[in-house]
T-cell receptor
Framework: DGGITQSPKYLFRKEGQNVTLSCEQN?????MYWYRQDPGQGLRLIYY???????QKGDIAEGYSVSREKKESFPLTVTSAQKNPTAFYLC????????????FGPGTRLTVT | QQQVKQSPQSLIVQKGGISIINCAYE??????FPWYQQFPGKGPALLIA?????SEKKEGRFTISFNKSAKQFSLHIMDSQPGDSATYFC??????????FGKGTTLSVSS
């Protein structure tokens, strides 16, 4: 089955710890994205990557970091510098340049206490 | 200029009724306007999408109406069913850029 997997589904961390969220896709898409979802806030773009070894900051990149060493993988690290890390994190992928449809993974709910 | 404004924030519709959700955008360079449906605890899934060269697109009970001059587009759900109860997001982008999402509309269809 083709698709996007995110693991784990639920993640709990103590304040001050860095945590890495996994995102893997087997759709052969070049572009991958990370969004953060908070109640009433919609989906806000954290980082995106149009090609391997290249990525750009989105609207809310502060406190986050990413890498794109392989086409299939786009892990997101939530660092201790992120002031409000508790949220639902969504990874997506698409064919760059068009037809623009983004396919989403099932999400990871991160809780930091 | 990058915002997509969505309304209403929440909507309650009786079974069999019509649900209407509206979005407005500012960037005239946007050329793709999708709607996503999201159930609690799940990732969003593409429902229907439109490009600015057409004014309406229909897929089953779901219709997008697009008004280029007003920079607005809307989702109409005909014969709304309890299974349609979900959060709906409009979005927009232009070639080579990430989607920009509205803040979402929580739809409840009462039986």
């Amino acid at each position: 089955d083709g698709g996007i997997t995110q693991s784990p589904k639920y993640l709990f961390r103590k304040e001050g710890q860095n945590v890495t969220l996994s995102c893997e896709q087997n759709l052969n898409h070049d572009a991958m994205y990370w969004y953060r979802q908070d109640p009433g806030q919609g989906l806000r773009l954290i980082y995106y990557s149009q090609i391997v070894n290249d990525f750009q900051k989105g609207d809310i990149a502060e406190g986050y970091s990413v890498s794109r060493e392989k086409k299939e993988s786009f892990p997101l690290t939530v660092t201790s510098a992120q002031k409000n890390p508790t949220a639902f994190y969504l990874c997506a992928s698409s064919i760059p340049g068009g037809p623009y449809e983004q396919y989403f993974g099932p999400g990871t709910r991160l809780t930091v206490t | 200029q990058q915002q997509v404004k969505q309304s209403p924030q929440s909507l309650i519709v009786q079974k069999g009724g019509i649900s209407i959700i509206n979005c407005a955008y500012e960037n005239t360079a946007f050329d793709y306007f999708p709607w996503y449906q999201q159930f609690p605890g799940k990732g969003p899934a593409l429902l229907i999408a439109i490009r600015p060269d057409v004014s309406e697109k229909k897929e089953g009970r779901f219709t997008i109406s697009f008004n280029k001059s007003a920079k607005q587009f809307s989702l109409h759900i005909m014969d709304s069913q309890p299974g349609d109860s979900a959060t709906y997001f409009c979005a927009a982008n232009q070639a080579g850029t990430a989607l920009i999402f509205g803040k979402g509309t929580t739809l409840s269809v009462s039986s």
